[in-house]
């Protein structure tokens, strides 16, 4: 098993650009989330997926986009990148509700927007 | 509003030794209690857990307690191995569909 998996690694952006982080697990975990980690702070939940077609909002999807067309799949969209979105990118999974159980992470994706 | 504070960013212990990591947390509905350990360039990875019902769970070298009426728990690695220098998250969930809660996290060295 590859586990999650999470690409770019890194990535530069312009203010006012747009892009998509990949994320994809092989575990067949019904959910799925995004966190970003700032310097000096705690995982923040940014959007999450309780199955394939079916998301809600974390503490912070201002400026975010996700959709989950398939049980593997999780991209999250950017639009409009500004700095404040500078941080690193954080997809997971877990088999049961991931608030007693344990969620699996990606490797990262860390973003700078200048 | 900070709910889950891990107070110590940094923490060094010398090989051996007993490592003692804090999480204080301000919600009483939480009712459940993760650390996770995380390597440079690596994603954060599940270390062990505790239950509301318990005040400890042991898992090898790792124990973690934890104090209900302080709204205190800690993570106590003993002996400390050089490996485990890492950054240590506590993290923390309500009764219910409810989204984990993340510390800011603790950067633990141990010298050999």
């Known amino acids: 098993n590859a586990g999650v998996t999470q690409t770019p690694k890194f990535r530069i952006l312009k203010i006012g650009q747009s892009m998509t982080l990949q994320c994809a697990q092989d575990m067949n975990h019904n959910y799925m989330y995004w966190y970003r980690q700032d310097p000096g702070m705690g995982l923040k939940l940014i959007y999450y997926?309780?199955?394939?077609?079916?998301?809600d909002k974390g503490e912070v999807p201002n400026g975010y986009n996700v959709s989950r067309s398939t049980t593997e799949d999780f991209p999250l969209r950017l639009e409009l990148a500004a700095p404040s979105q500078t941080s690193v990118y954080f997809c997971a999974s877990s088999y049961l509700w991931g608030g007693t159980d344990t969620q699996y992470f990606g490797p990262g994706t860390r973003l700078t927007v200048l | 509003d900070q709910q889950v504070k891990q107070n110590s960013p940094s923490l060094s212990v010398q090989e051996g030794r007993i490592s003692i990591l804090n999480c204080d947390y301000t919600n009483s509905m939480f009712d459940y209690f993760l650390w996770y350990k995380k390597y440079p360039a690596e994603g954060p990875t599940f270390l062990i857990s505790?239950?509301?019902?318990?005040d400890k769970n042991e898992d090898g070298r790792f124990t973690v307690f934890l104090n209900k009426s302080a709204k205190h728990l800690s993570l106590h690695i003993v002996p400390s191995q050089p490996g485990d220098s890492a950054v240590y998250f506590c993290a923390a969930s309500a009764v219910g569909p409810n989204k984990l809660v993340f510390g800011a996290g603790t950067i633990l060295r141990v010298k050999s």
């Open positions: 997926s309780v199955g394939a077609g079916i998301t």
């Open positions: 505790i239950s509301s019902i318990k």
